[in-house]
């Protein structure tokens, strides 16, 4: 089967490099149809199907641009996770399906799309810079995700709603727990940014292979990305390179 | 009698510093500002105050400004020779008055760190205020343009007079309705294209209705003239445009207010172009006369520094500041190494050096600058070092490099042994700012002596 991608909003979600995700799926899948939404479009998933649904980082303006243009599609959007529909939604994306953006020195306090019980907290001048590493079930244990943060964000949402995975090491939602992101069925939003698919190899290789079960999934530039992976890791395994800011703190 | 003892004590820190051969522009302004926190609004400052701030480009404006406006006899305070954060400023600030606080400098031009805008401008309050541009930096400091431009806005006093880049919807947003304003810009050149491309492009829709803009030309990232099909926005008109660029000549015209003016061509990068014409229409807005900004630029020189080019036997050895972090820095840089028409090889080493050992450098960037530049057949073989080598090879390849053209290598230094020279017109050494002594100086060395020995 030939896989539909919906990127919405790529005019302004598009901060920090994290398009590349979905430009490293398109080589690693050739076949596949990348559908562009514009922010005047209406969204591809309205009336169709994508088989992947991604947003990416938005500036705070574009954040509020994005609940904008798909609050009026939220029963859609709660039918599609439900049935099953793959939905990324990468770095501060997630937090447009949340129910409250709070930025005070912005002024403004801003209800979400209202997908997930979870509300983001802005510090303009508090910008949070930190790694983290965590196992996710669609790997094996010996291959977990790793990932960086860069974000004036931080996000508070019941324990009760799964995340997207629990860091080893490093911080989840916020300084004080450990459960990082979002999943639905077969929806995942994450503040992790590298982008998530180039750096994590393993974990796309399982995206693909959910996308399309008929397939064998091949990834692109395969052996430069588990090196690059893999040098990581090691990193990521030295306790030098580990601040106190990246451990989860108290309550 | 507290400015008094701040004034004291910074000269004579000054004083002592500059005894120990150190500069002695940075630790002052903190001393001052430990020793008085408002000390930037509270010294008395010189009849008029600059202020020119931007991603790119701040450092040679200020230059060429604070020269120009003494070629015009005037005497100018500067931070040229040191920090452009708040410390630097008040360093400045202090070192224009008298050990009673007068002031002994006619006028004040401060480049800006745009980030350090909230703690320079509320006390600085400057009479004029020039934006280069606003572009993507550092991804953990700068997030984003239209967060440093909200910073920027955030802290301008309302009186400033704003000098603006029309070609930056971004930089030109700058300020509120009680800000006067005045664009500069470069008109089209035959290199623009019609439509934006490249991973970062932080304009693309209109800000009045989100409606995708045409581009009446598009230069790089953001930078060019836009229209709204929808509403009909458009970029603001430019009182202070560049035209008619004759690089091969040296020759540029220049539209200054209303009049037209033949001008010598300080250089014909178009960085340097925009560079020219904001000093331009800084020096306008000050009140020099036209024939008199024109004269200054047949005195004024940028510095070279990015860059510099030798011919070793019949190869060209180019050294190119290649600013790690930054991918937009970085883009020109590919841009640039593209435009040479011969057969490449390029040794790359663009790692943090502060990330080496007590981080890991987060790659992210590297996937905002557009190394598909570097995907062309003339490129005959990149070898990469450092620690963060797979992440740049699997950049390259998905740029569309053939894996097979990338060698990587742990040590920086050693890329510069590894590289296969033979058949090659042109041989690069791209590094970044904080390696530049370390790996810039003895790659150019050692690629220096290869080529001797292989002519």
Excluded at chain 1, 21 to 50: H, K
Excluded at chain 1, 59 to 68: D, H, M, R, S
Aim: hydrophobic share 40%; glycine share 8%.
């Amino acid at each position: 089967m030939s896989l539909t991608i919906e990127m919405l909003f790529p005019e302004v979600a598009n901060l920090h490099g994290d398009n590349a995700n979905i430009a490293y799926l398109a080589q690693c899948r050739p076949d596949a149809r990348i559908v562009r939404t514009g922010l005047t479009d209406t969204p591809e998933f309205v009336s169709g199907r994508p088989d992947l649904v991604y947003l990416g980082p938005l500036t705070e303006q574009g954040q509020l641009k994005a609940i904008q243009r798909l609050k009026p599609h939220r029963k859609r959007i709660d039918d599609l996770i439900e049935s099953g529909t793959s939905f990324l939604f990468t770095h501060n994306a997630l937090e447009v399906f949340g129910t409250r953006i709070r930025n005070d020195e912005m002024g403004y306090d801003e209800p979400g799309v209202g997908v997930f019980q979870l509300e983001a907290t802005l510090k303009m001048f508090g910008r949070y810079n930190g790694k983290v590493i965590g196992r996710v079930p669609e790997v094996a244990v010996d291959a977990p995700v790793v990932g960086y943060k860069s974000q004036f964000s931080m996000v508070t949402a019941s324990d009760e709603v799964p995340g997207f995975l629990t860091a080893d090491r490093g911080i989840g939602r916020n300084t004080t727990t450990a459960v990082e992101g979002v999943r639905r069925n077969n929806f995942i939003g994450t503040s992790l940014i590298g982008p998530l698919l180039v750096m994590n190899p393993h974990f796309t290789r399982a995206l693909l292979g959910r996308l399309d079960p008929d397939s064998e999934p091949v990834l692109a530039h395969e052996r430069l990305a588990v090196q690059a992976y893999e040098a990581r890791l090691t990193d990521f395994g030295d306790d030098r390179r580990w601040h106190p800011f990246e451990r989860v703190q108290s309550r | 009698m507290r400015l008094l003892l701040t004034i004291w004590a910074v000269k004579l820190s000054v004083f002592a510093l500059r005894a120990l051969g150190r500069q002695g522009t940075h630790v002052p302004g903190l001393i001052a500002r430990k020793l008085h926190p408002g000390i930037i609004g509270a010294v008395r400052h010189p009849a008029r105050v600059v202020v020119v701030t931007g991603t790119n480009g701040k450092t040679t404006v200020s230059n060429l400004l604070a020269e120009a406006l003494e070629a015009q006899g005037l005497r100018v305070a500067s931070n040229r020779n040191g920090s452009n954060l708040a410390a630097g400023v008040a360093t400045t600030l202090i070192g224009a008055v008298t050990w009673t606080g007068r002031p002994k400098a006619d006028i004040a031009v401060m480049e800006m760190d745009e980030r350090s805008a909230k703690l320079i401008l509320p006390g600085l309050v400057p009479d004029l205020l020039v934006c280069m541009n606003l572009t993507r930096d550092s991804i953990k400091r700068n997030a984003h343009p239209a967060y440093i431009a909200w910073i920027i806005s955030s802290a301008l006093p309302e009186r400033t007079s704003l000098v603006l880049n029309a070609d930056d919807l971004i930089a030109a947003s700058l300020g509120g309705e009680s800000n006067p304003r005045t664009y500069f810009a470069v008109d089209r050149l035959p290199t623009d294209g019609d439509r934006p491309s490249g991973a970062a492009v932080d304009v693309a829709i209109c800000p009045v209705c989100d409606h995708s803009l045409d581009w009446e030309y598009w230069r790089f990232n953001h930078i060019g003239k836009v229209r709204c099909p929808a509403c009909g926005f458009r970029s603001p008109a430019a009182a202070y445009r560049a035209l008619d660029i004759d690089a091969a000549n040296g020759r540029v015209t220049l539209e200054l207010d209303g009049e037209s003016h033949p001008a010598r061509l300080i250089n014909g990068n178009i960085v340097n172009v925009y560079n020219e014409i904001a000093v331009a229409a800084a020096l306008g807005r000050l009140g020099v006369p036209k024939d008199r900004i024109v004269a200054a630029f047949e005195r004024l020189e940028p510095p070279t520094t990015r860059f510099a080019t030798e011919m070793v036997g019949d190869v060209q050895l180019v050294r190119l500041l290649t600013k790690g972090l930054v991918g937009v820095a970085c883009s020109r840089a590919f841009e640039y190494l593209a435009s040479f028409r011969g057969r490449k090889a390029v040794v790359l080493n663009i790692d943090e050096v502060s990330e080496r050992v007590t981080d890991v450098e987060n790659t992210a960037w590297t996937y905002d600058a557009d190394y598909e530049y570097l995907a062309d057949d003339s490129l005959g073989q990149i070898v990469v070092g450092g620690v963060r080598r797979h992440d740049q090879a699997l950049r390259l390849a998905i740029a569309g490099v053939d894996p097979a053209r990338i060698l990587t290598v742990e040590s920086e230094t050693a890329a510069a042994d590894l590289i296969e020279l033979d058949g090659a017109d042109e041989v690069f050494n791209l590094h970044s700012v904080h390696n530049a002594l370390i790996t810039g100086n003895p790659v150019q060395k050692r690629l220096r002596a290869r080529l001797q020995e292989h002519a």
